[in-house]
């Protein structure tokens, strides 16, 4: 090393110098001085010292830290320094202030300040705090959304009902769930709709996280200041608020889990999704929740079809439908009148339509189209379903679950729009004509024994569709039980004398010379015009001429009503053509038209027109031709319908579509079938035209307006019917008395002699009048239409002379003579016969086929085995009622049959 460089001996006193040559030992505890320090021979100058030198430095710097000193050392004894210190020296070296102790690994108070300089937080402090501070949040909001998962929708959210609506779209009714409410898929809400939410909502709502900073800040301030924490819901908050935390409370708590559940939601949760929950989650005022309901409640239209405009106005209807909606709200808040509400529905509707246009989601042309509010409907509570809905509630379900789109399990859940065939004024027309009755003519109090537990029931459908337009149930759904339109057990009596001509003029009758087997095929189409006996009491031949018998080999007498003959007539037959026959209801002549055609053919017309097969009992007796069976009055109205369109037959329906979230799921396909040929179906027609223009059914003349039909009234007098139609419209009543109370055992159809303070019930009276009444408005508004004109049809059979209505011989004297107790003609042996007593003289060997007189009797298959427009013989006994079923009262078919 140079000479240059050496330092001199410093004096032992202090300084710095001193400080690092000091001896072990030394009052600072620092280690003895390198060698280089002393002056001896070995410290002469040379690298080698240089290098022991430095490391002396350093090891003298490390030793100060262990010793608790720092870069300032107390001063050495005898050797100067900056500052003094208690008891240190006040040599002429540089000495420091000694240290107060240990450094900690936070240095608060300050070690290195004297007084409040102590207590002041240095910036790394502060900064290392805060540090600390931002990163225990980030930490703990990582780990709780790292905890949070997305929820599962609250039931109440979703919870759905079913509407159903009348013909005209318009809503009926909504059954099934707590509330009004049908969610739809993001599909079937118009873009309009959504774009409106998001322009005034929430613009970033396809690109934000799920929250708003800067809404939660404000937020946040707001709650600060004492007030709520309302502001800042994004689309999603408010989706997770409202469908699954279901918590509208303003709340720290419930805010902070929903800023974290939506945080999530947006992270997991598709947007179209998100949207599509919110908005069938949202209320829009007026009990709707969601679009759907909502559409409805205002413009009484589906989501689907909303315009713009009425989509801006839903939108702003979001922000309190209690301020916004035109109706008003007073009784809840009083300055929510309708002029205050209208004007900030309108001005809020107008502001979401011109940020629809700011943000490039609609045209200004479209724009310009709503400068004012859409009409909105007035609001409308929701109907119960007493009166006739619940009626028509029950048919449209019962439809929708038969159709086996919708299982009944299903339709309770809800969430079905069910568009119906009914005709909301046509149905309260037809009931305002049944009360018109009740009120005016039927008197409980007064005549207790005959006026008590009358009831009726009606079904008019439409001829060209068969859809359903109308039905009369009963007097309220929540207080009778049962639909008089559909399940009844009352037999329908003469009306159904219909088909048996229809048979006639579709199959023939059988060529009674041939057997049995080869008569099937050889048959003779009949006409109008044919005559057959319209005797009373007449005895019923099979279609080859002998006498009708059945297995205990009793005859059949068949009686007429009031037990006359036909006034058409000539003794000792009394023949008259079978249009007459419909026109005076002559029971006799339809009677043996059935058995010459076949009561096969008979029934298989009648399934053809549309009646249901298990509602047609009977059908082993003479007396079947003249309506033992018990067919709905849906059935009925829907089998003459088949009659007014020219053979055309179609299923009686009352649902026209269904509907859920996903669109239309079910559509009702008219189906049609050429029950019977034109030619047919106008005879029919034209016939039955005869029976209103001047015969038994001339109650129902609509004038200026052609109309068909038949009256009908049954055995005992238990039911009377009159089913009746234009070429548009085809109707059936039906009246009867039957105690409506099941804690009643064994209960049973009940004689109407005497009720309405009328003699004998025909379905010329009441039923007619009914029908009438009903179907002068329901016409109004149809354009006047005429029937076919019919073709010629069949031959006139048994226009020659005959003592008999068929070319069956006469019973020979022997037969007439002969003792045993076979079936006879003859009074003696009628009277001599081991049958059931019969009730008159007059009868022949079967005491029920006397019971007859009415369009109905108490024989196989119903109340009797014989019927006619009017009868006063007693019910059958025991035996016969076993023979015949359930006397009508207990039938469980409906409209639909057992098969749907």
Same mark, same amino acid.
Not at 637 to 655: H, I, L, M, N, W
Not at 720 to 738: C, D, E, H, K, N
Not at 840 to 853: A, E, F, K, L, Y
Not at 860 to 868: A, I, K
């Given at each position: 090393?140079?000479?240059?460089?050496?330092?001199?001996?410093?004096?032992?006193?202090?300084?710095?110098?001193?400080?690092?040559?000091?001896?072990?030992?030394?009052?600072?505890?620092?280690?003895?001085?390198?060698?280089?320090?002393?002056?001896?021979?070995?410290?002469?100058?040379?690298?080698?010292?240089?290098?022991?030198?430095?490391?002396?430095?350093?090891?003298?710097?490390?030793?100060?830290?262990?010793?608790?000193?720092?870069?300032?050392?107390?001063?050495?004894?005898?050797?100067?320094?900056?500052?003094?210190?208690?008891?240190?020296?006040?040599?002429?070296?540089?000495?420091?202030?000694?240290?107060?102790?240990?450094?900690?690994?936070?240095?608060?108070?300050?070690?290195?300040?004297?007084?409040?300089?102590?207590?002041?937080?240095?910036?790394?402090?502060?900064?290392?705090?805060?540090?600390?501070?931002?990163?225990?949040?980030?930490?703990?909001?990582?780990?709780?959304?790292?905890?949070?998962?997305?929820?599962?929708?609250?039931?109440?959210?979703?919870?759905?009902? +079913?509407?159903?609506?009348?013909?005209?779209?318009?809503?009926?009714?909504?059954?099934?769930? @707590?509330?009004?409410?049908?969610?739809?898929?993001?599909?079937?809400?118009?873009?309009?709709?959504?774009?409106?939410?998001?322009?005034?909502?929430?613009?970033?709502?396809?690109?934000?996280?799920?929250?708003?900073?800067?809404?939660?800040?404000?937020?946040?301030?707001?709650?600060?200041?004492?007030?709520?924490?309302?502001?800042?819901?994004?689309?999603?908050?408010?989706?997770?608020?409202?469908?699954?935390?279901?918590?509208?409370?303003?709340?720290?708590?419930?805010?902070?889990?929903?800023?974290?559940?939506?945080?999530?939601?947006?992270?997991?949760?598709?947007?179209?999704?998100?949207?599509?929950?919110?908005?069938?989650?949202?209320?829009?005022?007026?009990?709707?929740?969601?679009?759907?309901?909502?559409?409805?409640?205002?413009?009484?239209?589906?989501?689907?079809?909303? +315009?713009?405009?009425?989509?801006?106005?839903?939108?702003?209807?979001?922000?309190?439908?209690?301020?916004?909606?035109?109706?008003?709200?007073?009784?809840?808040?009083?300055?929510?009148?309708?002029?205050?509400?209208?004007?900030? !529905?309108?001005?809020?509707?107008?502001?979401?339509?011109?940020?629809?246009?700011?943000?490039?989601?609609?045209?200004?042309?479209?724009?310009?189209?709503?400068?004012?509010?859409?009409?909105?409907?007035?609001?409308?509570?929701?109907?119960?379903?007493?009166?006739?809905?619940?009626?028509?509630?029950?048919?449209?379900?019962?439809?929708?679950?038969?159709?086996?789109?919708?299982?009944?399990?299903?339709?309770?859940?809800?969430?079905?729009?069910?568009?119906?065939?009914?005709?909301?004024?046509?149905?309260?027309?037809?009931?305002?004509?049944?009360?018109?009755?009740?009120?005016?003519?039927?008197?409980?109090?007064?005549?207790?024994?005959?006026?008590?537990?009358?009831?009726?029931?009606?079904?008019?459908?439409?001829?060209?569709?068969?859809?359903?337009?109308?039905?009369?149930?009963?007097? @309220?759904?929540?207080?009778?039980?049962?639909?008089?339109?559909?399940?009844?057990?009352?037999?329908?009596?003469?009306?159904?004398?219909?088909?048996?001509?229809?048979?006639?003029?579709?199959?023939?009758?059988?060529?009674?010379?041939?057997?049995?087997?080869?008569?099937?095929?050889?048959?003779?189409?009949?006409?109008?015009?044919?005559?057959?006996?319209?005797?009373?009491?007449?005895?019923?031949?099979?279609?080859?001429?002998?006498?009708?018998?059945?297995?205990?080999?009793?005859?059949?007498?068949?009686?007429? @009503?009031?037990?006359?003959?036909?006034?058409?007539?000539?003794?000792?037959?009394?023949?008259?053509?079978?249009?007459?026959?419909?026109?005076?209801?002559?029971?006799?002549?339809?009677?043996?038209?059935?058995?010459?055609?076949?009561?096969?053919?008979?029934?298989?017309?009648?399934?053809?027109?549309?009646?249901?097969?298990?509602?047609?009992?009977?059908?082993?007796?003479?007396?079947?031709?003249?309506?033992?069976?018990?067919?709905?009055?849906?059935?009925?109205?829907?089998?003459?319908?088949?009659?007014?369109?020219?053979?055309?037959?179609?299923?009686?329906?009352?649902?026209?579509?269904?509907? &859920?979230?996903?669109?239309?799921?079910?559509?009702?396909?008219?189906?049609?079938?050429?029950?019977?040929?034109?030619?047919?179906?106008?005879?029919?027609?034209?016939?039955?035209?005869?029976?209103?223009?001047?015969?038994?059914?001339?109650?129902?003349?609509?004038?200026?307006?052609?109309?068909?039909?038949?009256?009908?009234?049954?055995?005992?007098?238990?039911?009377?019917?009159?089913?009746?139609?234009?070429?548009?419209?085809?109707?059936?009543?039906?009246?009867?008395?039957?105690?409506?109370?099941?804690?009643?055992?064994?209960?049973?159809?009940?004689?109407?002699?005497?009720?309405?303070?009328?003699?004998?019930?025909?379905?010329?009276?009441?039923?007619?009048?009914?029908?009438?009444?009903?179907?002068?408005?329901?016409?109004?508004?149809?354009?006047?239409?005429?029937?076919?004109?019919?073709?010629?049809?069949?031959?006139?059979? &048994?226009?020659?002379?005959?003592?008999?209505?068929?070319?069956?011989?006469?019973?020979?004297?022997?037969?007439?003579?002969?003792?045993?107790?076979?079936?006879?003609?003859?009074?003696?042996?009628?009277?001599?016969?081991?049958?059931?007593?019969?009730?008159?003289?007059?009868?022949?060997?079967?005491?029920?086929?006397?019971?007859?007189?009415?369009?109905?009797?108490?024989?196989?298959?119903?109340?009797?085995?014989?019927?006619?427009?009017?009868?006063?013989?007693?019910?059958?006994? !025991?035996?016969?009622?076993?023979?015949?079923?359930?006397?009508?009262?207990?039938?469980?078919?409906?409209?639909?049959?057992?098969?749907?």
């Amino acid at each position: 090393m140079s000479e240059h460089r050496r330092k001199p001996p410093q004096p032992q006193g202090g300084g710095r110098a001193a400080a690092r040559r000091g001896q072990s030992g030394s009052s600072s505890g620092r280690r003895a001085a390198p060698r280089g320090a002393t002056g001896s021979p070995s410290g002469s100058y040379g690298p080698e010292d240089e290098e022991r030198e430095y490391g002396s430095r350093a090891e003298a710097r490390r030793a100060a830290q262990r010793s608790g000193g720092g870069r300032r050392r107390a001063a050495e004894p005898g050797r100067g320094g900056r500052r003094g210190a208690p008891g240190g020296s006040t040599g002429p070296g540089r000495g420091r202030a000694a240290a107060p102790g240990k450094k900690r690994l936070i240095d608060y108070p300050r070690h290195d300040k004297d007084g409040w300089y102590r207590w002041v937080p240095s910036w790394r402090l502060v900064s290392g705090l805060c540090i600390a501070f931002f990163g225990c949040l980030v930490g703990a909001a990582g780990l709780a959304y790292a905890m949070v998962s997305v929820p599962v929708i609250d039931e109440s959210a979703t919870a759905q009902n +079913n509407v159903y609506y009348w013909s005209d779209n318009s809503r009926m009714v909504a059954t099934g769930g @707590d509330r009004n409410r049908q969610s739809v898929n993001l599909s079937q809400i118009p873009k309009a709709m959504r774009n409106a939410v998001i322009s005034q909502e929430n613009k970033t709502f396809y690109s934000d996280s799920g929250i708003d900073p800067k809404g939660i800040a404000r937020a946040v301030f707001n709650m600060a200041k004492g007030g709520d924490t309302q502001g800042g819901s994004t689309i999603t908050q408010q989706y997770v608020k409202n469908a699954m935390l279901n918590d509208q409370s303003q709340t720290v708590s419930r805010k902070v889990k929903e800023i974290f559940v939506s945080i999530k939601v947006g992270a997991e949760e598709p947007k179209d999704k998100i949207l599509e929950g919110y908005l069938n989650s949202a209320y829009y005022g007026r009990g709707a929740y969601g679009i759907q309901a909502a559409a409805r409640a205002y413009f009484n239209v589906d989501a689907v079809d909303l +315009n713009p405009g009425q989509c801006a106005f839903l939108s702003a209807v979001l922000k309190g439908a209690t301020y916004y909606d035109p109706a008003g709200s007073i009784s809840i808040d009083p300055s929510a009148t309708p002029d205050a509400n209208k004007k900030r !529905a309108h001005s809020q509707m107008q502001d979401t339509l011109d940020k629809m246009v700011e943000y490039g989601h609609l045209s200004q042309q479209e724009r310009a189209k709503y400068p004012e509010l859409p009409k909105v409907k007035n609001p409308q509570s929701n109907a119960q379903l007493g009166g006739q809905i619940g009626y028509l509630v029950r048919l449209a379900k019962s439809s929708v679950v038969r159709s086996g789109v919708v299982s009944e399990q299903q339709l309770e859940k809800g969430g079905y729009s069910i568009y119906t065939t009914f005709d909301k004024k046509k149905v309260d027309e037809l009931e305002k004509a049944v009360q018109k009755v009740y009120k005016e003519r039927i008197d409980p109090k007064k005549r207790p024994d005959t006026d008590t537990h009358v009831q009726f029931g009606g079904a008019s459908i439409d001829t060209a569709t068969g859809a359903i337009k109308a039905i009369y149930g009963g007097e @309220d759904a929540t207080k009778h039980f049962t639909n008089n339109a559909d399940v009844t057990g009352a037999q329908v009596g003469s009306t159904f004398k219909p088909f048996v001509l229809a048979a006639a003029m579709k199959w023939g009758v059988r060529d009674p010379d041939l057997g049995e087997v080869q008569a099937q095929d050889e048959r003779t189409v009949v006409s109008p015009k044919s005559l057959y006996s319209g005797k009373n009491n007449l005895k019923i031949n099979n279609y080859d001429g002998s006498i009708w018998e059945n297995e205990k080999g009793e005859q059949w007498r068949q009686e007429n @009503d009031g037990k006359k003959n036909a006034t058409a007539g000539s003794p000792p037959d009394f023949k008259i053509d079978l249009r007459e026959a419909m026109r005076e209801s002559i029971n006799s002549a339809f009677v043996q038209l059935g058995m010459d055609v076949g009561l096969d053919k008979v029934k298989e017309s009648a399934i053809d027109a549309g009646l249901l097969e298990d509602s047609l009992a009977g059908s082993g007796y003479p007396s079947f031709s003249i309506g033992v069976s018990d067919p709905s009055a849906i059935r009925m109205a829907g089998a003459y319908a088949t009659f007014a369109d020219s053979g055309k037959q179609r299923e009686p329906y009352s649902v026209t579509k269904v509907s &859920n979230k996903d669109g239309t799921i079910y559509t009702h396909k008219v189906e049609e079938k050429q029950a019977f040929t034109a030619k047919v179906a106008d005879n029919v027609t034209d016939v039955l035209k005869t029976v209103v223009d001047k015969g038994t059914g001339t109650n129902a003349q609509l004038p200026g307006r052609e109309v068909a039909g038949k009256t009908g009234t049954t055995d005992g007098n238990k039911s009377a019917w009159f089913v009746g139609y234009t070429p548009q419209l085809s109707t059936a009543i039906s009246m009867y008395r039957y105690p409506d109370d099941e804690t009643i055992k064994d209960r049973k159809f009940l004689e109407m002699y005497g009720t309405g303070d009328e003699t004998k019930i025909h379905g010329a009276s009441f039923p007619s009048t009914i029908w009438q009444d009903y179907m002068s408005e329901a016409v109004k508004g149809l354009k006047v239409e005429k029937f076919p004109k019919p073709e010629p049809i069949g031959e006139v059979l &048994n226009d020659a002379p005959s003592p008999t209505p068929t070319p069956s011989p006469s019973p020979s004297a022997s037969e007439t003579e002969e003792s045993s107790p076979s079936p006879s003609p003859s009074p003696s042996e009628t009277e001599t016969s081991p049958s059931p007593p019969a009730p008159t003289q007059t009868c022949g060997v079967i005491d029920w086929n006397c019971d007859d007189g009415n369009d109905g009797g108490n024989g196989p298959g119903g109340n009797g085995p014989g019927g006619s427009d009017g009868s006063e013989s007693p019910s059958p006994s !025991a035996s016969e009622t076993e023979e015949g079923g359930n006397n009508g009262n207990s039938r469980g078919n409906t409209i639909w049959g057992a098969n749907g």
